[in-house]
């Protein structure tokens, strides 16, 4: 264990439903890659997470107000952020896709004019979408969860989403009735997140855990129960 952080207790925010990386199992107990590697690192390092799934942007403001230690939440580490947040080592790469409805013809940017287009609130798939209305002419609809967004496309109220590659990837093997039309954008990786300049030991604890359960085998354990071996 690790005596900078043993023993103490963190409340860590994170998405209501981001599947691989959170959502709720059937015994509605928060699971994913992102629950399995918070609570590997914290039974390493011999601290304990007080879990808290509040929705991204809500959790990124907890960790902004002092609400939250951390945010584990599928966050990508941008520059932008960097000026509010000290980010960990990178755990996951992704990027940005649109997704449009099964049966759509709809394939590109350039045919949402004068459409609707569905985001998540505080997003990077939100801040891209927003770049791009201007340029492409359609208009942006937020919801602050993934769920509701996917749910306005399949309707048809929006037509088309903004959603990172891997999580859309990962409803759409589980039935989301929608399809990957673009490739992925704003290239990020995910990182842990802390209010900058704040609870650093937990950060560098996050860091040694994740070495350690990547050496161990632990971290593409955790990775293949939720993806399979090829990822
Ligand atoms: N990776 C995206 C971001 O950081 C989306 C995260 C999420 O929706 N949970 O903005």
């Known amino acids: ?31 994913g890659i992102d629950m399995d590697l918070i609570r590997a690192i914290a039974n390493e390092q011999g601290f304990k997470v007080k879990i ?11 960790v902004e107000s002092g609400q939250a230690d951390g945010v584990i939440a599928g ?16 755990y996951f790469n992704s990027g940005v896709v649109m997704a449009v409805a099964k049966n759509s013809k709809i394939h590109k940017l350039s045919e949402l004019r004068g459409k609707k287009v569905a985001v998540k609130t505080g997003t990077s798939g939100a801040d891209y979408a927003n770049s791009l ?4 002419g359609f208009k942006v609809v937020t919801f602050d969860d993934s769920n ?7 309707t ?14 990962y409803a759409i093997k589980q039935g989301t009735k929608l399809k990957i039309v673009t490739k992925p954008a704003l290239n990020a990786p995910y990182g842990f997140a802390v209010k900058k300049g704040h609870n650093q030991a937990l950060l560098k604890a996050f860091n040694t855990g994740l070495e350690d359960l990547k050496a161990s085998g632990t971290y593409d354990t955790i990775k293949a129960k939720y993806l399979g071996s090829d990822e």
């Open 133 to 136: 209305k201007k340029k492409y």
């Open 1 to 31: 264990a690790n005596p900078q952080v043993k023993g103490k207790t963190f409340t860590i925010g994170t998405d209501v439903t981001f599947p691989p990386f959170e959502f709720a199992n059937k015994n509605n107990k928060y699971v």
């Open 156 to 169: 048809g109220n929006s037509i088309a989403c903004f959603e990172d590659h891997p999580v859309m990837q």
């Open 148 to 154: 509701n967004m996917y749910q306005d496309v399949t």
């Open 75 to 90: 966050m990508s580490i941008t520059n932008a952020r960097k000026a509010q947040f000290d980010f960990s080592k990178p």
């Open 52 to 62: 808290k799934a509040l929705g991204f942007n809500a959790a990124v403001q907890a």
